[in-house]
């Protein structure tokens, strides 16, 4: 079946220390893996994609099939990054998008 | 791009009373449509999605229904509110051969 999970429902860190935000995924295939933003008051909206390769405001994943995991880092965390992040699957040729529950990021001052 | 209203933004409700959300999109055509619900520590659980007019596919069972009457136009209805029922409904679209969902404001639904 396919599945995202996201262990932690809270991360808090310092302003300046390392962030991951951890994401393990079960598919049988080749998935689209994805993580998605909320910041407050804003609405859901595409962080970046696996396929990519790419890094956004400092955010980077690599998706690692032996572990079945896409987990979310920054070495230096911002006040403006807290917000809650949901890693997602995509299967090959498939229209449904499946969510983590989501990860609150808190980064402190 | 593609742009999202969905409205009413927050709704408040007795239980036994119907239920009519509606999301519409601009900016592209022939969307694939869909509705989630979001509880907190829950995720975002995908509820129906939509690949065309009256074609609507159901997730999970529930109390609630989707239709989809226009292109551009998702409907998510009930006929008897659920206590349960409370929370918050996310529409999203995408299109074929991308892979990007672009989401609504989303609708607070308050059930009493």
């Known amino acids: 079946a396919q599945r995202v999970t996201q262990p932690e429902k809270l991360l808090s860190v310092f302003k300046g220390a390392p962030v991951e935000l951890k994401c393990n995924y079960s598919?049988?295939?080749?998935?689209?893996l994805f993580w998605y933003v909320q910041y407050s008051r804003q609405r859901l909206q595409l962080l970046l994609r696996h396929i990519s390769r790419e890094s956004i405001k400092g955010f980077t994943a690599d998706l690692n099939k032996g572990e079945t995991s896409f987990h979310l880092k920054k070495p230096f965390a911002q006040e403006e990054d807290s917000a809650m992040y949901y890693c997602?699957?995509?299967?090959?040729?498939?229209?449904?998008?499946?969510f983590g529950a989501g990860t609150r990021l808190f980064v402190k001052a | 791009s593609q742009t999202i209203h969905q409205w009413p933004a927050t709704l408040v409700q007795p239980v036994g009373s119907p239920l009519s959300l509606e999301c519409t999109v601009e900016?592209?055509?022939?969307?694939?449509l869909y509705w989630y619900r979001q509880a907190a520590g829950r995720g975002l659980q995908l509820l129906f999605y939509?690949?065309?007019?009256?074609?609507i596919s159901s997730e999970v069972p529930q109390n609630l229904s989707a239709s989809r009457p226009q292109d551009r136009q998702f409907i998510l209805s009930s006929k008897k509110l659920l206590l349960s029922d409370s929370g918050f409904y996310l529409c999203?679209?995408?299109?074929?051969?991308?892979?990007?969902?672009?989401f609504g404001p989303g609708t607070r639904l308050l059930v009493l």
């Open positions: 939509s690949v065309g007019i009256g074609q």
């Open positions: 997602a699957l995509r299967g090959t040729g498939g229209f449904k998008t499946i």
């Open positions: 999203a679209c995408d299109r074929d051969r991308e892979e990007t969902q672009y």
């Open positions: 900016g592209t055509s022939n969307p694939n």
């Open positions: 598919y049988s295939g080749s998935p689209e």
